[in-house]
């Protein structure tokens, strides 16, 4: 898929209800990904377990918690696999396709499915299902007892994770025109983090009440697919500095604590980024790979080693950064300056979701659904 494509994929307009494709968007001519480069590893790393989901099509971001991780496939097949060794401790069924997963705090996983009902299972085991009134794309958040649902209307809705009993729900006004791929949707402190738009916003997991919010990007544009520029998740916090890709327009980090912008970027781009205490990691529509100064954005490097690839989200993993490609190939960068390190194979379809880590296991997931997990030295 070229980078015009990726683009329009992104692309939906929620309408009476409902989210539909969006016709006419930006597009181009379709670009030679660069080969791989041959490089000496600078790091040592293998393979150490695989395992297997149903196809992922859908935005699937895998969630860690103790010790295990959590994830789906497009067939609703739910899964938690312990993290050291890969062995598999539960495997639940949705029983429907899902566009949406996973959430977890550990005992309650959640995940939605094509008609807009959140499922959620606990061992493997149904416990409940709820319909919301929109598309969600964006994971399901776990945390308090309550699990927390943000459809592509931007609506965040609360439910109780025993009973699913709905505890309120939060719709605001906003342009019509929204992202088919995972929002921001995250706890801090006692906290809910939401994305709106371009604005990250601050809400009562308790009563569903806006403490406070703070524009990420100022969008420009003539129409509304060029001033689209909502947040694209997961967001990574370091301390209580939460930072954010808003679609197409720019890379910013703001103060949970103060609710303040700390700083934001003018940079295209459409995949989330990552962070650590000392630098902010992005690719644009392009594949560039870039990193930008944790406290200022000063941009600290940037390559194109990996154009037309389509690098996807990243980790940061302290000396090195993961991401993967549209050939299901993991590479290992240098943080400090985006050199390669080393590079895995997976199965040959696109890497889903940013990598996730769980003690020195890293985990990516792929399209055909497969579960790789790796340990860099």
Not at 142 to 160: I, K, L, P, T
Request: glycine share 12%; with cysteine; net charge positive.
């Amino acid at each position: 898929m070229n980078g015009g494509a990726r683009w329009r994929s992104a692309l939906r307009l929620a309408a009476a209800g409902a989210a539909l494709a969006l016709a006419a968007c930006a597009s181009g001519p379709k670009r030679e990904p660069a080969p791989l480069q041959t490089f000496e590893p600078s790091i040592a790393g293998r393979q150490v377990w695989q395992s297997r989901v149903g196809e992922i099509d859908f935005p699937l971001v895998v969630v860690v918690r103790d010790g295990a991780f959590f994830a789906a496939g497009g067939d609703g097949s739910v899964v938690a696999l312990r993290a050291d060794d890969g062995r598999e401790l539960w495997r639940g069924d949705a029983k429907a396709a899902l566009t949406a997963g996973v959430g977890s705090d550990g005992r309650f996983a959640a995940v939605v499915t094509r008609d807009n009902e959140v499922v959620v299972l606990e061992a493997g085991i149904e416990r409940w299902r709820k319909r919301v009134g929109s598309r969600v794309v964006t994971p399901p958040l776990v945390a308090g007892e309550r699990v927390f649902v943000m459809g592509v209307d931007r609506a965040v809705h609360a439910f109780d994770a025993i009973d699913g009993r709905r505890l309120w729900s939060l719709q605001r006004p906003g342009d019509a025109l929204t992202l088919a791929q995972p929002g921001v949707l995250a706890a801090w402190r006692n906290t809910l983090l939401a994305g709106q738009g371009p604005r990250l916003a601050a809400i009562d997991p308790l009563r569903g009440t806006v403490i406070w919010e703070v524009p990420l990007a100022s969008p420009r544009g003539t129409n509304e697919v060029e001033r689209l520029a909502d947040l694209v998740g997961p967001a990574p916090r370091v301390g209580d500095r939460v930072c954010a890709r808003s679609f197409q327009s720019a890379v910013a980090c703001a103060d949970a604590a103060r609710g303040a912008l700390l700083w934001s970027r003018q940079t295209g781009g459409v995949a989330a980024v990552a962070a650590d205490a000392e630098r902010v990691y992005g690719t644009d529509a392009s594949g560039r790979v870039s990193a930008w100064r944790v406290t200022n954005g000063d941009l600290l490097w940037s390559h194109e080693k990996l154009l037309y690839r389509q690098p996807g989200a990243a980790l940061a993993l302290g000396p090195t950064v993961v991401l993967g490609d549209f050939e299901g190939q993991v590479h290992f960068l240098s943080s400090a300056s985006g050199e390669f390190q080393l590079r895995l194979p997976t199965d040959g379809s696109a890497i889903v979701g940013p990598p996730v880590l769980a003690g020195t296991t890293v985990l990516v997931a792929t399209r055909k659904g497969g579960l790789f997990a790796f340990r860099p030295q």
